[in-house]
């Protein structure tokens, strides 16, 4: 359903893009990490139709989502990498999603299959 690439080893103030392309379009899709020994927080979500976009507070100013209709795909654009930013990415998608609970691990039933980024000091 959700494929997702771009990861790798970045030193920090470097930059990557990542990539999910979906089999279909969802209501909203999004983009999660997990570092090593942490749950798993949210990023950024965007909404296909409209483009309206959310971002978590630490990655504000310094990461941009994105999505491209006609190919289906979300991107998420990461500048300025730190240390901290390190962990495996997730993209997640969901038909059904509001806006108070955009947010949400729990409000997305698609999931890619997680791909790492290092981001080394």
């Known amino acids: 359903q959700l494929q997702a690439s771009g990861g790798g080893l970045v030193q920090a103030g470097g930059s990557l893009r990542l990539s999910c392309v979906a089999s279909?379009?969802?209501?909203?899709i999004a983009w999660f990490r997990q570092a090593p020994g942490k749950e798993r927080e949210f990023v950024a979500a965007?909404?296909?139709?409209?483009?309206?976009?959310y971002y978590a507070d630490s990655v504000k100013g310094r990461i941009t989502i994105s999505r491209d209709n006609a190919k289906n795909t979300g991107y998420l654009q990461m500048n300025n990498l730190k240390p901290e930013d390190t962990a495996v990415y997730y993209c997640?998608?969901?038909?059904?999603?509001?806006?108070?609970?955009?947010?949400?691990?729990?409000?997305?039933?698609?999931w890619g299959q997680g791909t790492q980024v290092t981001v080394s000091s």
């Open positions: 997640a998608g969901s038909n059904t999603v509001i806006t108070s609970t955009i947010r949400l691990a729990r409000s997305y039933y698609y």
């Open positions: 279909e379009r969802t209501n909203a």
């Open positions: 965007i909404r296909w139709i409209g483009g309206s976009t």
